[in-house]
């Protein structure tokens, strides 16, 4: 069976640790965790959990920095395959770790991606059309280990395990973003992103989810409101692909005329 490591970088995250260890518990073999300075109780909690193999502590905000150093401690657990994700992002209840075993029992297939469903209340996630078009996509990943992997240097937004070649495949399993749901938590987020990049002021209003349609959420993946919300995500993405396709052969073609 494989081993799958999951990495965690967090500050002050009491909100969600519990109910995020509580899932992953049933998930990874081996947590590793880098705590950017929680004062809070969440390192507390973190460091007595079983599966919480490692933690790591860093001062001052540095995404890129964090991530390499959290990763190079998960490399030392050995692991077959990686994931990374935040504390306030929270898989379905009826996603198993057999369906992980599944997934990393592929012999092709080197990388899996989840759907994020951002969060307005517990109950509802944003529904307008841009954020549909948004959770069509995939933004977080199951990745195997390879030392080709590494994370961007950059101090904010840094984004997902770069380097990793291969096949990946898409999946329709959920992940609910909770970290909008609490105001307190989203002001203090913008201003610590305010103060390294305040040009990106439109960006971070967005994350207030303000005039958003809700769409009350369903745990049963069985269920036929989760089947066709799925299929319509399906179709979004294969319109993306589509436009993507169709503006590279264009570029292609005008290049070639010129």
């Known amino acids: 069976m494989a081993k799958l490591v999951v990495m965690l970088r967090i500050k002050d995250g009491i909100l969600f640790v519990d109910e995020w260890l509580a899932r992953m518990e049933t998930l990874a073999d081996e947590i590793v965790v880098l705590d950017n300075g929680s004062t809070d109780g969440t390192y507390e909690i973190l460091k007595a959990h079983p599966k919480v193999v490692d933690i790591i502590r860093t001062e001052g905000f540095n995404e890129g920095r964090d991530k390499n150093l959290m990763y190079d401690h998960a490399r030392k657990r050995d692991p077959d395959w990686c994931l990374w994700i935040d504390v306030d992002e929270i898989f379905e209840p009826q996603l198993t770790r057999q369906h992980f075993d599944r997934l990393m029992s592929s012999r092709v297939i080197n990388k899996y991606a989840?759907?994020?469903?951002?969060?307005?209340?517990?109950?509802?996630?944003?529904?307008?059309?841009?954020?549909?078009?948004?959770?069509?996509?995939?933004?977080?990943?199951?990745?195997?280990?390879?030392?080709?992997?590494?994370?961007?240097?950059?101090?904010?937004?840094?984004?997902?395990?770069?380097?990793?070649?291969?096949?990946?495949?898409?999946?329709?399993?959920?992940?609910?973003?909770?970290?909008?749901?609490?105001?307190?938590?989203?002001?203090?987020?913008?201003?610590?992103?305010?103060?390294?990049?305040?040009?990106?002021?439109?960006?971070?209003?967005?994350?207030?989810?303000?005039?958003?349609?809700?769409?009350?959420?369903?745990?049963?993946?069985?269920?036929?409101?989760?089947?066709?919300?799925?299929?319509?995500?399906?179709?979004?993405?294969?319109?993306?692909?589509?436009?993507?396709?169709?503006?590279?052969?264009?570029?292609?073609?005008?290049?070639?005329k010129a």
Do not use: C
Not at 198 to 215: A, F, G, S, V
Not at 237 to 256: A, C, E, M, P
């Open 114 to 256: 989840f759907r994020r469903f951002h969060f307005i209340d517990r109950e509802h996630f944003a529904g307008s059309w841009f954020r549909l078009n948004y959770s069509s996509g995939h933004d977080r990943l199951l990745w195997r280990e390879d030392p080709s992997g590494y994370f961007q240097d950059l101090i904010i937004d840094s984004p997902n395990v770069k380097g990793i070649s291969g096949l990946r495949r898409g999946t329709d399993y959920r992940l609910k973003h909770l970290g909008y749901i609490n105001k307190e938590i989203v002001d203090k987020k913008a201003e610590l992103y305010r103060s390294i990049t305040p040009e990106k002021e439109d960006i971070l209003q967005t994350m207030y989810l303000e005039n958003e349609k809700k769409i009350e959420w369903i745990d049963d993946r069985r269920s036929i409101k989760v089947i066709m919300l799925n299929t319509l995500l399906n179709l979004i993405q294969v319109t993306h692909l589509i436009s993507k396709v169709k503006r590279r052969l264009f570029g292609y073609l005008n290049l070639n």
